[in-house]
């Protein structure tokens, strides 16, 4: 006898959408709203759209500079510009935060007149890597999602300056040989990956989890010179020849953050941004890049530091505040946190 009752679509045959995965953990939790799904949503649009746009880089007339010049003093990339437009156009309506933040404005971005103002606060870096989109290399969107701590109305500043301990959500998009959002909520660590021929990230990587070490590590050695002595030690601690230590670790650098942190995240090891001589605080931003990737690398059992201080810990002082980043896998942080400890 055959059996003619028709099985729900589940997971096994259709994949686990990233809404479906979302909705899956929002039924979990007692009274949620939906605004937090329906964020994802707007998010996971933009990076769609963002990521179509990026593939299409050479032959729309999207590269080259704007020839405006960022709060950070940097050259505002066309891409970078359409990049931050379509995040804010897509999470403005749609009334579940009461204030953004972007790497590329100076000040809060409020929500339009007329829209209501949600219970979430967002803050992004719009394109990250900008230096290399002209270039053909994998470039990104990083996210960062608070509570607000207003009571209602439209958000402040004070929404947007939180630690990163209290981040209820963080993720990135990656565009690179295909386009990946990863994010957690701090209780793992999940990976989607866009089918370009449907328009939806379907569930790739479950749970991903950093190694306790790796043979490796990421930094922009052409400051060398600049670096304080006890970067300079540890660096040279790591490409010395010393096999029953497992080195020397190999390097690897993209120059894009989500870049070197995704394979980071994927492959172990250690990626560096540390203060040096023309810039003690580093040059990665705290609330755009350093705090998300921290949520992210510590959910996955990693950890991130500023070489001296836990980053979920710092309280932020402003929008722009830029901080030293040591992240990847717990025992190779904890090493070059060693060298610097010792440098006083
Ligand atoms: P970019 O200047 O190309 O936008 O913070 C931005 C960033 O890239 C990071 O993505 C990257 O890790 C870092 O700067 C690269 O800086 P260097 O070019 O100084 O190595």
Redesign the pocket.
């Known amino acids: 006898m055959t059996n003619t009752s028709i099985a729900p679509a589940g997971p096994d045959e259709l994949g686990w959408t990233l809404d479906r995965h979302i909705l899956e953990r929002q039924r979990r939790i007692p009274g949620a709203s939906g605004d937090f799904t329906g964020l994802f949503q707007c998010l996971a649009l933009a990076g769609r759209v963002i990521g179509s746009k990026v593939s299409k880089a050479g032959l729309a007339d999207v590269l080259g500079a704007t020839g405006a010049v960022n709060i950070q003093g940097?050259t505002v990339q066309k891409l970078d510009d359409m990049a931050n437009r379509t995040l804010i156009r897509c999470v403005e309506a749609g009334g579940h935060v009461c204030v953004m933040a972007s790497e590329e404005n100076d000040d809060i971005i409020p929500i339009p007149p007329g829209y209501p103002h949600g219970k979430y606060v967002l803050m992004f870096?719009p394109l990250?890597?900008?230096?290399?989109i002209d270039v053909n290399i994998s470039i990104g969107t990083i996210f960062s999602i608070h509570r607000r701590v207003t009571e209602s109305g439209p958000g402040t500043e004070e929404d947007c300056l939180q630690p990163g301990h209290k981040q209820v959500a963080a993720g990135y998009v990656i565009y690179g040989s295909s386009t990946m959002l990863v994010y957690t909520t701090g209780d793992g660590v999940h990976g989607f990956t866009l089918d370009p021929m449907i328009g939806e990230f379907f569930l790739s990587h479950e749970n991903l989890r950093i190694p306790k070490t790796a043979p490796m590590y990421s930094i922009?050695e052409?400051?060398h010179s600049k670096w304080p002595l006890g970067v300079k030690k540890w660096i040279d601690t790591l490409k010395s020849n010393d096999a029953p230590g497992g080195r020397p670790y190999g390097q690897r650098?993209v120059?894009?953050?989500?870049a070197?942190f995704h394979r980071t995240l994927l492959r172990g090891g250690v990626f560096a941004?540390p203060g040096d001589s023309s810039s003690p605080e580093g040059?990665?931003?705290l609330l755009y890049?350093a705090a998300p990737m921290a949520f992210i690398a510590e959910a996955a059992g990693g950890s991130a530091t500023t070489g001296k201080k836990r980053i979920l810990e710092i309280e932020p002082t402003g929008l722009h505040q830029r901080v030293p980043l040591f992240i990847g896998s717990k025992d190779d942080v904890a090493l070059a946190d060693s060298f610097l400890a010792e440098e006083g």
């Not at 990250?128 to 290399?132: C, E, I, Q, V």
């Open positions: 940097e870096d990250d890597g900008s230096s290399n922009n052409g400051n650098y120059g894009t953050l989500v070197d941004y040059k990665l931003r890049e």
